[in-house]
Structure formats: structure tokens, C-alpha cells
């Protein structure tokens, strides 16, 4: 008798912990998902298009800021000498940024902002891409420009990161409905 109690205790543990296991290891949903809006901005359109975003996914906010400020003349693209012009020929410079005052570990997706400079993301997207550890988590890249699309953006991020997990960018602005398809992935 008392080994029959014994077997039938051991087998509700193990029950136990097999649902346990099992719930650990689901998917989480989408209400789980901790988000964090990280992004750079020059003049400014990328952070109103940050704010807008943080309003539809109610995601907090953090500004990337390079330790030295870009100057009007940084970001002369027309002079060949300006630091903008430099960092876009040699893709190996990375402006150095101040410390995120965030901790990323507490975060499964991340939102990644920035105006497009010469078709593609700026040297301190990818400053931020370096330093960063983003293994495994769910990036949504998002941009402003003038005109370019999102697409060029994509593709340089997708080359020069491809362990990350990167879902198709949007350029923004956007309305709340195609935000929200974006993020469901549709
Ligand atoms: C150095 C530099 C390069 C740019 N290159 C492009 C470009 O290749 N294509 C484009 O459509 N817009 C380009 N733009 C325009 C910006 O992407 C656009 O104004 C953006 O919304 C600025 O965002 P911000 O106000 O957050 O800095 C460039 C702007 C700068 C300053």
C-alpha cells in the first residue's frame, strides 16, 4: 500500500513537472512581448515618427546619440569631405554613442529608428548594431527620408548583421492600421 502511494506520488510530480516544462517552453504571446523603441534622429522626423509608433505599441523610448553631435557641415552630403560623406565611403567607421541608459536584456523586440543617409542606415545605426547584443531578438527597422524606400535599408542591414533576426522594415510615417500589420507580420 504505501508503495503503491509512493508510485502515484512520484507519477503526479513528474506530471507536474512535465506541464511546468511545457508551458515554460510556449511561445510567448504577443501581450508578453516586452518592446523597446531605440532610435537616431538628426532633425528630428525620426524621433516624431518614434513617438508616433510608441503610441500604437505603447513600447518606451530611448534616443541613440553619438558622443560627438553631428554639425550641420557633418552632414553635408554634397561635400565629398564632409563626416556624413566619410562614414558612407568607408563603411568600417563607427561613430561612438553615449552609454543607453536601458537594459536590453529585458527586451524581446526591439524597434530600431533612423533617417535614411545615402540610401541606408547611418554609421551610428551601426555603432548601436555592435555593441548591442541583439542575439535572438525580434528588430523591426524603421526609417524617414526624403524618398528612399525601406527596402535599401533592409538590405544593408540584413548583409552586414545576418545572425540578427530582422523582420522587413517600414518607412514611416505610416498609418496605425499598416503599423499594426506590420508588426503582426501581414
Ligand atoms: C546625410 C544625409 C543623407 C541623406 N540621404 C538620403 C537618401 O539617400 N535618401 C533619402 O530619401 N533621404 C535622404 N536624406 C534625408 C533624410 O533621410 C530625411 O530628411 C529624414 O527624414 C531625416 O530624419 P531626421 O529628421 O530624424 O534626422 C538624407 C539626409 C542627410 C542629412
Not at 512520484?10 to 516586452?34: D, G, H, Q, R
Not at 524621433?47 to 560627438?68: Q, W
Request: glycine share 4%; proline share 6%; net charge negative.
Amino acid at each position: 500500500m504505501k508503495i503503491k502511494n509512493i508510485i502515484k506520488s512520484v507519477v503526479a510530480i513528474a506530471a507536474m513537472a512535465l506541464c511546468f516544462n511545457l508551458s515554460a517552453t510556449e511561445p510567448k504571446t504577443e501581450k508578453e512581448m516586452k518592446s523597446i523603441i531605440v532610435y537616431f534622429t538628426h532633425s528630428g522626423n525620426t524621433e516624431l515618427a518614434a513617438k508616433k509608433l510608441a503610441e500604437v505599441t505603447g513600447a518606451p523610448l530611448v534616443r541613440l546619440l553619438p558622443v560627438e553631435p553631428y554639425t550641420a557641415a557633418d552632414v553635408d552630403w554634397v561635400n565629398e569631405q564632409s563626416r556624413c560623406t566619410q562614414e558612407h565611403l568607408n563603411q568600417t567607421l563607427r561613430p561612438a554613442i553615449k552609454p543607453l541608459d536601458v537594459d536590453l536584456s529585458q527586451y524581446d523586440t526591439v524597434f530600431i529608428g533612423f533617417p535614411i543617409w545615402w540610401h541606408e542606415e547611418p554609421a551610428v545605426i551601426r555603432t548601436f548594431l555592435d555593441t548591442a547584443d541583439l542575439t535572438g531578438k525580434e528588430l523591426y527597422p524603421f526609417c524617414t527620408s526624403y524618398e528612399s524606400p525601406m527596402s535599401e535599408a533592409d538590405a544593408t542591414l540584413q548583409k552586414g548583421y545576418p545572425s540578427l533576426k530582422w523582420h522587413t522594415g517600414l518607412r514611416l510615417p505610416a498609418s496605425k492600421e499598416q503599423v499594426e500589420r506590420w508588426i503582426k507580420g501581414q
